[in-house]
């Protein structure tokens, strides 16, 4: 069974920085597309940021050069370094694991103030 639990979000001043994590459970990790998406209030959840099983990234243009996704195989964790945080990048962000079908975790609240 595949479970995803997001941690690391919190409350930060623009221009700061948030590292958030996903703990999965299951044995499709290392084979899996995984990414961070987020949910604003009052708005669609939008993607953030995707990374393959071999490592490639993808990102939103609003957050490209800002926000770094990366993956731990062994660890089955994804990461979102999020630097030079904007009030805008507030929102609830989801953890996503994608293989035949999608899995999402139960989401972190990032909220930037200015």
């Known amino acids: 069974q595949v479970q995803l639990m997001e941690s690391g979000g919190g409350l930060v001043q623009a221009g700061g920085s948030l590292r958030l994590s996903c703990a999965t459970s299951g044995s499709i990790f290392r084979f899996s597309l995984m990414g961070w998406y987020r949910q604003a209030p009052g708005k669609q959840r939008e993607l953030v940021a995707t990374?393959?099983?071999?490592?490639?990234?993808n990102y939103a243009d609003s957050v490209k050069g800002r926000f770094t996704i990366s993956r731990d195989n062994a660890k089955k964790m994804v990461y979102l370094q999020m630097n030079s945080l904007k009030p805008e990048d507030t929102g609830v962000y989801y953890c996503n694991l994608r293989w035949t079908r999608d899995y999402w975790g139960q989401g972190t609240q990032v909220t930037v103030s200015s």
């Open positions: 990374i393959t099983s071999g490592g490639t990234a």
